[in-house]
C-alpha cells in the first residue's frame, strides 16, 4: 500500500529557511510525479510545487524563486527546500502523489512564520 510520510516543519521567523522531506513507500517511486500541497487554516489545499517523474518542476506564483522542490529516487524522497518564508505561508503542507488516477496524502506537517 502507498504511503508518504512527511518531515522537517516547525516554527521559524520571516525570512527563515525550512526543508521539508517526504519518504514514499509501496510504489516505484521514480515512475511517478510528486508534489507538495498546502492547507491554511480557513483556506482551501492548494499546490504548492511539482516534481515529474522526468524531473521537471512547476511551482505556484506565490512561492516562485523562494521554495525548490527535488527528489532523490533512490531513497524515495520528495524534499521542498524553503526560503524567504513568508508569514502567508504558515500552513499544514502536505505530500502528494497519483497512482493510477488514485490520490494519496501524507499526514502533514505544519509550517509556522512568525517572529
Known amino acids: 500500500q502507498v504511503q508518504l510520510v512527511e518531515s522537517g516543519g516547525g516554527l521559524v521567523q520571516p525570512g527563515g529557511s525550512l526543508r521539508l522531506s517526504c519518504v514514499a513507500s509501496?510504489?516505484?517511486?521514480?515512475?511517478?510525479?510528486m508534489a507538495w500541497y498546502r492547507q491554511a487554516p480557513g483556506k482551501q489545499r492548494e499546490l504548492v510545487a511539482i516534481?515529474?517523474?522526468?524531473?521537471?518542476?512547476n511551482y505556484a506564483d506565490s512561492v516562485k524563486g523562494r521554495f525548490t522542490i527535488s527528489r532523490a529516487n533512490a531513497v524515495n524522497t520528495v524534499n521542498l527546500q524553503m526560503k524567504n518564508l513568508k508569514p502567508e505561508d504558515t500552513a499544514v503542507y502536505y505530500c502528494?502523489?497519483?497512482?493510477?488516477?488514485?490520490?494519496?496524502w501524507g499526514q502533514g506537517t505544519q509550517v509556522t512564520v512568525s517572529s
Open positions: 516534481i515529474t517523474s522526468g524531473g521537471s518542476t
Open positions: 502528494n502523489t497519483d497512482v493510477r488516477k488514485k490520490d494519496y
Open positions: 509501496g510504489i516505484i517511486f521514480r515512475m511517478y510525479d
